[in-house]
């Protein structure tokens, strides 16, 4: 029997978790000598208040949403990929690769190559790490944190000395044809007559961000191969009883995982910078753990989790901007909902299960039934 309902699992536990780090946020906001309420009024203002706060704010929560079900994907076969950040650097290689390789007419044509193209070189860095747990034995947190860093090496070596345009000394790629820059949000809905910020990077990538929601949904909860990964995620004895091949759940869902982070590039690389920079993730790999915590591992919370904490780069650029709050004080906010959301989950969740348990209606005492009687047979009735 469930100790609380699934609602009060997925919304309540975070709302709750998310409002201690905000009460503690503003505690540290009061003790630096400012003033919490306008803080918050100026981050909703900066974030949600215009289109062009939008627009910044949607831009991030794309990247975390990829990042985020990357994790995500991952948590379901009880591994921790915290190789996102170099999963995407790769991702960034494969769009870059794919935009500037072929002389593209229309971006429509080159959006689902380069996402193809991401998704590929994605998977193929989470393969290696993947394989070494299921065949070596080796501890996919560790080996994924090393191939962040060598991720990050290979990406400069590239770009300064292959990719880097003769008598440039930006380490970065040209820029992309302009037949590949992605439409912005501004010119997705101008033809509807919606107006949107044409400052505000938020492109067609958030399309896509929504619609791996999606099918990351089907795929865990309408799939054979979705099963078998979170039978294996909730016991490995049982899912070994029941026939699965721990060999190629881990492959298969550490694939997935590195093509979602991978698919990243598609909003920052292409839709964003129009050429491949270096430190282009700039820590959404790092998020996305904690928007996958955050979100309980479901695609839709994964989905609301990432608006939130786009919300928070955003308002804390705003923050930083028109204030003396420094900026590290917004890492220490994103700390804080991360620590509570994520590390001390229990602390919430335990008292929420008394409590649940207490107001739950106790089921009526079951009535014993007197046995039937016995007819008595004599040995000669017997005989």
């Keep these: ?5 699934k609602w009060a699992d997925v919304l309540l536990i975070p709302l709750i978790s998310l409002l201690l780090a905000a009460l503690l946020s503003a505690l540290v906001i009061l003790a630096i000598g400012e003033d919490p309420v306008a803080a918050v009024k100026l981050m909703v203002s900066g974030a949600l208040g215009s289109t062009y706060g939008w627009g910044y704010t949607l831009y991030y929560a794309t990247n975390f949403m990829f990042t985020g079900l990357a994790v995500a994907v991952a948590f379901h076969a009880r591994m921790f990929n915290i190789g996102g950040e170099g999963q995407a650097m790769l991702g960034g290689l494969g769009v870059a690769l794919v935009a500037l390789s072929v002389p593209w007419p229309h971006w429509a044509l080159a959006l689902p190559v380069a996402v193809i193209g991401a998704a590929l070189l994605g998977a193929a860095w989470a393969a290696i790490p993947a394989y070494l747990q299921a065949k070596r034995g080796s501890h996919i947190v560790i080996t994924t944190i090393m191939f962040n860093f060598i991720a990050a090496s290979l990406l400069n070596y590239l770009l300064v000395n292959v990719m880097r345009p003769v008598g440039s000394m930006d380490p970065a790629t040209r820029k992309f044809p302009a037949a590949t820059h992605l439409p ?7 033809p509807i007559g919606i107006p949107f910020s044409k400052a505000a990077p938020a492109n067609v990538s958030l399309l896509v961000a929504v619609l791996a929601c999606f099918l990351v949904w089907l795929l865990i909860w309408r799939t054979r191969i979705g099963f078998a990964i979170r039978a294996y995620g909730r016991s490995e004895p ?8 721990p060999f190629r759940i881990i492959m298969v869902s550490m694939l997935v995982s590195g093509g979602l ?7 920052n690389v292409m839709g964003e910078a129009e050429r491949l920079v270096m430190n ?4 959404a790999g790092f998020i996305g753990i904690a928007v996958a915590l955050m979100g309980r591992s479901h695609p839709f919370g994964v989905f609301l989790a990432a608006i939130l904490f786009g919300f928070l780069y955003q308002g804390g650029a705003e923050l930083a901007l028109w204030t003396s709050i420094p900026r590290e004080l917004i890492v220490v906010i994103q ?20 409590l649940f348990m207490a107001f739950r209606p106790k089921a009526p005492p079951a009535i014993a039934t007197p046995p039937e009687p016995k007819t008595h047979v004599t040995p000669a009735e017997d005989a």
């Design 261 to 267: 982070a991978g698919m990243m590039a598609i909003n």
């Design 1 to 5: 029997m469930e100790r609380m309902p």
């Design 238 to 245: 049982a899912a070994l009883y029941a026939g699965i091949s």
């Design 280 to 283: 282009a993730v700039e820590g």
């Design 184 to 190: 912005t949000l501004h010119e997705l809905l101008a």
């Design 335 to 354: 700390a804080l909902v991360i620590l509570f959301t994520g590390a001390l989950d229990n602390m919430v969740r335990m008292p929420l299960e008394k």
